[in-house]
Every structure is written in C-alpha cells, then in structure tokens.
Nanobody, 125 residues
C-alpha cells in the first residue's frame, strides 16, 4: 500500500525558510519520480517542483525557481523541499506526489498517481 506522509509545514515570516519532508512507503521509491504541488484557498492545485528517480534532474515552477530546492534521499525513501525567501504568496497546502512513469509532463498534476495528505505552509507579511 502506497503511503506518502508530508511534514515540516508551519507558520513563518516573510523572508524565512522551511524544509518540507515527504516519507514514502509501499513502493520502490528510487524508481519513481516525485513532485511537490501546492494549493491555495480558492485556487487550483499547482506544480511547484519535481525530481527524477535518481535525483539527477529537477524541474521548477517559475514562481519558485531560485528560492526552492527539491532533493531526495533514496536510502531514506524521502523527498524534500527546501523553501527559502518565502513570500506570502507561497501560503498554501503543500502536497507530495509520486508518479509511476518518466513519460509525460512533470508539470501536470494528472501525470501523478499517488498523493499525500498535505501540509500547511503559512507565510506572514
């Protein structure tokens, strides 16, 4: 049974940092590309970042490029999202997601097969 459990969310002031973690189980973690998405109130879920199974390639939304870093530790079955220089517009529920294939767009939430429950990130101004 696939499980994705996010942690590390919270309340932070603008300019601050947070590191999100997503612990995975129930599948061969290193074979699955992983992604982070976020959803703000009243908005659609949007792509934030993704990483290939080996960790050799990463992808970012333009809105977070240069501020956020996605990484993974395949020995720990965990993917991370380091978020720096946070702004109020980053406030959202952040979701970890896994996909079975390398084909298709890494930016499209429909390409992801498994989702975590989400962790709230709130950035105050």
């Amino acid at each position: 049974q696939v499980q994705l459990v996010e942690s590390g969310g919270g309340l932070v002031q603008a300019g601050g940092s947070l590191r999100l973690s997503c612990a995975a189980s129930g599948f061969t973690f290193s074979s699955y590309p992983m992604g982070w998405f976020r959803q703000a109130p009243g908005k659609e879920r949007e792509f934030v970042a993704a990483v290939t199974g080996s960790g050799s390639s990463t992808f970012y939304a333009d809105s977070v490029k240069g501020r956020f870093t996605i990484s993974r530790d395949n020995a720990k079955n965990t993917v991370y999202l380091q978020m720096n220089s946070l702004i109020p517009e980053d406030t959202a529920v952040y979701y970890c997601a896994a996909r079975r294939t390398y084909y298709g767009s890494y930016y499209d939430k429909k390409e992801y097969d498994y989702w975590g429950q989400g962790t709230q990130v709130t950035v105050s101004s």
